[in-house]
């Protein structure tokens, strides 16, 4: 069985942006092992979003930090967690050449009632395309690759170095490789968020009932990761998160959440959009951003951009 480390080597992954990939497969061991027994109350704290933060939300934002700041190739990292982005190049080897985004635990409130949860990371080249060391000002097509972690009743990545989209899993503390080539195509299969905007949105409305008259299966876990994972994973199906009233741009976030969310779906023949332009298209302008998403095949992607 080919490791996590082998698909790089094969791949003739630059052989930096190979350590970095490394020090974030070592650091999904460590947060898997601790969300199995750490206490899961509110760390008393709110995030950049305004939302409560939680013991665990803090204690795999600590273990994401102190590993990247191990890594002399990791210059700047962003994390939901945090309020500002934080420089971590080390001064004796100069500044990192890459920036490292995440969302450490994303759906962490779904710890408590032991339902899957996962964690995000986006790679981008620093300085940015216009030469700053900041993710301010990038736009998810420049990520160099993306993953997500899936901690369920297994330990799994899905990731993307550009060269499409495959699967690792974990065994006795090492990451095999279990699925090359996930493609997303056409499939009767919804995941659809924030169904509140129902009420105000008429034309949500009518696309949720376009999809329920078409016998979709639904699909939803309130936990963005194991959700648009399943997609991926049966190749089929499309997850839904509009704005409405009082919060146009939802609830997700851009940097941390669609956009490399985005770049897996479209490694793997999906497509993703805000409801009228590609995610991978939008420029970063704050990181707290918030985009609507519409994120799965392609077909239903565009279904979405006709209705909404
Ligand atoms: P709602 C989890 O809090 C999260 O950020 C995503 O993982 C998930 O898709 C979404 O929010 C769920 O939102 O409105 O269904 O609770």
């Not at 851009?254 to 805000?274: I, K, N, S, Y």
């Amino acid at each position: 069985m080919k490791t996590f480390s082998d698909y790089l080597e094969e791949n003739d992954i630059d052989y930096h942006l190979y350590g970095v990939l490394n020090s974030l497969k070592d650091v999904v061991k460590k947060v898997s092992d601790v969300i199995k027994t750490a206490e899961t109350g509110s760390a008393g704290s709110k995030n950049i979003f305004g939302e409560e933060q939680l013991a665990l939300d803090i204690l795999a934002d600590g273990f994401v930090q102190k590993e990247l700041q191990k890594n002399s190739l990791i210059g700047i990292i962003a994390s939901e967690e945090l309020p500002e982005e934080m420089d971590v190049s080390n001064e004796e080897t100069g500044g990192g050449e890459y920036g490292v985004c995440y969302d450490p635990l994303d759906g962490s409130s779904l710890v408590d009632v032991n339902l899957a949860v996962g964690s995000i990371f986006g790679i981008y080249k620093m300085p940015n395309s216009e030469g700053k060391n900041s993710f301010i000002g990038v736009k998810g097509d420049e990520q160099l690759a993306s993953m997500i972690a899936v901690y369920g009743p297994r330990t799994t990545i899905v990731l993307t170095v550009k060269r499409g989209v495959v699967e690792f899993l974990l065994d006795d503390g090492e990451f095999y490789l279990v699925r090359e080539g996930i493609k997303v195509g056409g499939g009767k299969m919804f995941a659809p968020g924030n169904l509140r905007a129902c009420a105000s949105r008429k034309d949500y409305l009518e696309l949720i009932n376009y999809w329920c008259e078409k016998q979709f299966t639904l699909r939803y876990s309130g936990g963005m990761v194991p959700d648009i994972n399943q997609i991926l994973l049966k190749g089929k199906g499309i997850f839904s998160y509009p704005g409405y009233g009082d919060a146009p741009d939802g609830k997700l976030r851009l940097l941390f959440e669609c956009a490399p969310m985005a770049l897996l779906m479209e490694q793997a023949g999906g497509a993703a959009t805000d409801g009228s332009m590609r995610i991978l298209d939008k420029k970063l302008t704050r990181l707290d951003q918030r985009t609507p998403i519409f994120i799965g095949s392609k077909e239903e992607v565009e279904r979405c951009e006709k209705y909404l």
